[in-house]
C-alpha cells in the first residue's frame, strides 16, 4: 500500500524516518477504517474537503488524497477553504499551497466575521454563530459543485471532548458523528479522522512543515467550555495514560438496557 516510488506531491519531502511511517501508516488505516465502518464512501460521488489552514485540515487532505492515489477512494475530491473575513488571516497561504501541490481547490471568501461581530453580545464566544454561518456556506457551496458530501476534519479528541461538552452542560449523552445526513437530506457530513488521535494530527503536519494558519485568528477563543473539557480529559491522561482511548472505545459500545432512556429500550416490556 505504501509503495515510496511513486508518491503525491503532498508527501514531497516527508521524513525519512521509521516513526514517521508509522505515523503516516497509522494515519491513512484509521481513516480507511472511519470511512469503511460508517459507509461513508458512494461510489463515483465528490467530496468537499473543508480546509482551515490548520493541522487537522492539512492531516485529512493529507490522508484522503494518500487513499484516492492508491485507489483506494473511488470519490473525487474538491478542497474548499471558506476566508471568513477574520483579522489577520493570510488569505494566500492555501490557495498558493494547493496549486503548488496540484489538488483541485475553491476558495470562497464571504464575511461572516462582521457579521458576528455585530450580532454578538461583548464578552459572549462567537463560535457558535461563526459555525452556523460556515456550514451554511459550506452547504451552499458542496450544492453548487455537485458535491455530495462535505468532509471535515474533526479528528478523536474533538468526539471526546464534545460527548463531555454535552454530558456536562448539555444534559444529555450525545458525541460528533462520524457521518450525518444533513436536515433537507441533501448532503452528508464525514469525518474520516474520527479515529485519529489529535496528537497524532499534530505530529503529522508539524513533521510535514505545512503552512499551519493558527485557529483563534478572531481572538475569541478565551474562556470556551470546550477549552476547559480539553484541559480536563488532558490532567485525567497525564494521570492515566490510554484515558482518551477508553472514553472513545466506550462511545462505541453502548448498552441500551443499562442507561434510562425509555426510547432506546423496551422497559416496560422486559
Same mark, same amino acid.
Given at each position: 500500500?505504501?509503495?515510496?516510488?511513486?508518491?503525491?506531491?503532498?508527501?514531497?519531502?516527508?521524513?525519512?524516518?521509521?516513526?514517521?511511517?508509522?505515523?503516516?501508516?497509522?494515519?491513512?488505516?484509521?481513516?480507511?477504517?472511519?470511512?469503511?465502518?460508517?459507509?461513508?464512501?458512494?461510489?463515483?460521488?465528490?467530496?468537499?474537503?473543508?480546509?482551515?489552514?490548520?493541522?487537522?485540515?492539512? +492531516?485529512? @487532505?493529507?490522508? *484522503?488524497?494518500?487513499?484516492?492515489?492508491?485507489?483506494?477512494? =473511488?470519490?473525487? /475530491? $474538491?478542497?474548499?477553504?471558506?476566508?471568513?473575513?477574520?483579522?489577520?488571516?493570510?488569505?494566500?497561504?492555501?490557495?498558493?499551497?494547493?496549486?503548488?501541490?496540484?489538488?483541485?481547490?475553491?476558495?470562497?471568501?464571504?464575511?461572516?466575521?462582521?457579521?458576528?461581530?455585530?450580532?454578538?453580545?461583548?464578552?459572549?464566544?462567537?463560535?457558535?454563530?461563526?459555525?452556523?454561518?460556515?456550514?451554511?456556506?459550506?452547504?451552499?457551496?458542496?450544492?453548487?459543485?455537485?458535491?455530495?458530501?462535505?468532509?471535515?476534519?474533526?479528528?478523536?479528541?474533538?468526539?471526546?471532548? +464534545?460527548? @463531555?461538552?454535552? *454530558?456536562?452542560?448539555?444534559?444529555?449523552?450525545?458525541?460528533? =458523528?462520524?457521518? /450525518? $445526513?444533513?436536515?433537507?437530506?441533501?448532503?452528508?457530513?464525514?469525518?474520516?479522522?474520527?479515529?485519529?488521535?489529535?496528537?497524532?494530527?499534530?505530529?503529522?503536519?508539524?513533521?510535514?512543515?505545512?503552512?499551519?494558519?493558527?485557529?483563534?485568528?478572531?481572538?475569541?477563543?478565551?474562556?470556551?467550555?470546550?477549552?476547559?473539557?480539553?484541559?480536563?480529559?488532558?490532567?485525567?491522561?497525564?494521570?492515566?495514560?490510554?484515558?482518551?482511548?477508553?472514553?472513545?472505545?466506550?462511545?462505541?459500545?453502548?448498552?441500551?438496557?443499562?442507561?434510562?432512556?425509555?426510547?432506546?429500550?423496551?422497559?416496560?416490556? *422486559?
Amino acid at each position: 500500500m505504501f509503495d515510496e516510488t511513486e508518491i503525491h506531491p503532498l508527501f514531497h519531502g516527508a521524513p525519512d524516518t521509521t516513526e514517521f511511517r508509522k505515523l503516516r501508516k497509522r494515519i491513512v488505516r484509521q481513516t480507511r477504517e472511519a470511512i469503511e465502518t460508517y459507509g461513508m464512501i458512494r461510489r463515483g460521488d465528490r467530496w468537499l474537503v473543508c480546509l482551515s489552514g490548520g493541522k487537522d485540515s492539512y +492531516t485529512l @487532505l493529507a490522508a *484522503l488524497v494518500e487513499l484516492k492515489w492508491r485507489g483506494l477512494l =473511488p470519490v473525487d /475530491l $474538491l478542497a474548499c477553504n471558506l476566508d471568513q473575513g477574520q483579522p489577520g488571516f493570510p488569505a494566500t497561504v492555501l490557495p498558493e499551497f494547493l496549486t503548488r501541490m496540484g489538488v483541485p481547490h475553491r476558495i470562497e471568501y464571504q464575511d461572516t466575521y462582521s457579521i458576528v461581530i455585530d450580532k454578538v453580545p461583548a464578552k459572549k464566544t462567537y463560535c457558535a454563530l461563526c459555525s452556523r454561518l460556515r456550514r451554511g456556506n459550506l452547504y451552499r457551496i458542496a450544492r453548487e459543485e455537485g458535491c455530495a458530501a462535505v468532509v471535515l476534519g474533526h479528528h478523536r479528541d474533538d468526539v471526546i471532548e +464534545t460527548f @463531555l461538552l454535552n *454530558l456536562f452542560h448539555g444534559g444529555k449523552l450525545a458525541a460528533m =458523528p462520524p457521518k /450525518l $445526513l444533513n436536515d433537507e437530506g441533501d448532503l452528508y457530513v464525514h469525518r474520516p479522522l474520527a479515529l485519529v488521535a489529535e496528537a497524532d494530527c499534530e505530529k503529522f503536519a508539524r513533521s510535514m512543515n505545512y503552512p499551519i494558519i493558527p485557529c483563534d485568528l478572531c481572538g475569541s477563543q478565551d474562556g470556551l467550555q470546550r477549552q476547559r473539557i480539553k484541559r480536563m480529559v488532558d490532567e485525567w491522561e497525564a494521570r492515566s495514560p490510554g484515558r482518551r482511548q477508553i472514553l472513545f472505545r466506550a462511545l462505541t459500545q453502548v448498552n441500551a438496557s443499562h442507561l434510562l432512556d425509555p426510547a432506546l429500550f423496551d422497559f416496560k416490556g *422486559l
